[in-house]
């Protein structure tokens, strides 16, 4: 089955940016929607962006809409999210996920893969 590293966390000030990486298994990644999640201390994880495998079709929460950009390269297996204008509140664990079935994205599907995480904390 496949599977998803993430990359690319750490700490930065309000305002900053980060880059993060979804690296994936298999050689049919190109055929997987995949979406990145969050979740903040003593909060219910979210969806924060997804990308569909049918081009064009993308989610965004509203609270990262013109701040993230969900982008792939399918030559290299990978999923990046893009995080600019960080804020306190981005503060959280990052996951990326994928899927098989997905078509159209939106924020309470089940996804099959997931990754471990990795922590982004942003400073006041």
């Known amino acids: 089955q496949v599977q998803l590293v993430e990359s690319g966390g750490g700490l930065v000030q309000a305002g900053g940016s980060l880059r993060l990486s979804c690296a994936a298994s298999?050689?049919?990644?190109?055929?997987?929607?995949v979406g990145w999640f969050r979740q903040a201390l003593g909060k219910e994880r979210e969806l924060v962006a997804a990308?569909?495998?049918?081009?064009?079709?993308?989610y965004y929460a509203g609270s990262v809409k013109g701040r993230f950009t969900i982008s792939r390269d399918n030559a290299k297996n990978t999923v990046y999210l893009q995080m600019n204008s960080l804020k306190p509140e981005d503060t959280a664990v990052y996951y990326c996920?994928?899927?098989?079935?997905?078509?159209?994205?939106?924020?309470?599907?089940?996804?099959?893969?997931w990754g471990q995480g990795t922590q982004v904390t942003v400073s006041s």
């Open positions: 996920a994928a899927s098989s079935t997905i078509v159209v994205p939106t924020p309470t599907q089940s996804y099959d893969y």
């Open positions: 298999g050689r049919t990644f190109s055929r997987y929607t």
């Open positions: 990308d569909s495998w049918i081009g064009g079709r993308t």
